[in-house]
């Protein structure tokens, strides 16, 4: 089966510092991974996705992630945080493989970052 | 290009009566997914189509849910009889279409229609 567990629901940080947003999987094959941004009264947009190509991946925003099979996890991060990065941030999975080769999406439950002055 | 685009925005709705929801994807793309957003469940799947088929439905909730798509575009999600329960956002997304890596994955969202059930 497949499950995506966001660590934090809620993550405040100061504006300029470094951003860290948690995110362990389980998936019984080779899953792709993506990280969505959800501003507040707009749709999903898509940050970045792993597929199976280089582990460090970078995405829109200065935005990255690493994927990393032996943790299980792929944490989002961001060197210097901006106010207008302040939205909720989901961490999805999708595994082609296991849901019989078209791409549905687990989503986890949602990390809302804060940002301050 | 346009994105994919969702009507109506917003929907009130009385319990028990009928409605439906359009999403219009991408031109060009063969797959089309439908998400609920609720304050209790996340965002959860509901049904995939490629082109006009539907392979996995396994997500609509109940029989009263139900979802179609005409000439490989167009897609209405009809929830009949609905409850206060219903209410949510629910979301449309598109993508290239059916198989793995690459431009074929990534998937592409609406802005969603807000349904709210007195």
């Known amino acids: 089966a497949q499950s995506v567990t966001q660590l934090d629901s809620h993550v405040s940080v100061s504006e300029g510092t470094p951003v860290l947003l948690r995110c362990n999987y389980s998936?019984?094959?080779?899953?792709?991974l993506f990280w969505y941004v959800q501003h507040p009264n707009k749709g999903l947009q898509l940050l970045l996705k792993?597929?199976?190509?280089?582990?460090l991946v970078k995405g829109i925003n200065g935005f990255e992630a690493e994927f990393k099979k032996s943790e299980t996890s792929f944490h989002l991060t961001k060197p210097s945080a901006h106010m207008s990065d302040a939205a909720e941030y989901f961490c999805?999975?999708?595994?082609?493989?296991?849901?019989?080769?078209?791409?549905?999406?687990?989503f986890g439950a949602g990390t809302r970052l804060a940002v301050h002055p | 290009g346009a994105g994919v685009s969702q009507s109506p925005s917003n929907k009130v709705t009385e319990k028990g009566k009928d409605v439906e929801l359009r999403c219009d994807p991408i031109?060009?793309?063969?797959?089309l997914y439908w998400y609920r957003q609720s304050l209790g469940q996340g965002l959860e799947f509901l049904i995939y189509?490629?082109?006009?088929?539907?392979?996995?439905k396994s997500g609509l909730p109940s029989d009263r849910f139900s979802a179609e798509r005409t000439g490989g575009s167009v897609s209405t999600l009809t929830i009949q009889r609905t409850q206060q329960e219903d209410s949510a956002v629910y979301l449309c997304?598109?993508?290239?279409?059916f198989g793995v890596g690459g431009a074929y994955e990534t998937q592409y969202f609406g802005p969603g229609t807000r349904l709210l059930v007195l």
């Open positions: 997304a598109s993508s290239l279409g």
């Open positions: 999805v999975v999708s595994d082609p493989l296991f849901s019989g080769g078209y791409n549905k999406l687990i």
């Open positions: 189509f490629q082109g006009n088929s539907a392979p996995d």
């Open positions: 031109s060009g793309h063969t797959a």
């Open positions: 792993y597929t199976s190509a280089a582990t």
């Open positions: 998936s019984s094959y080779s899953p792709s």
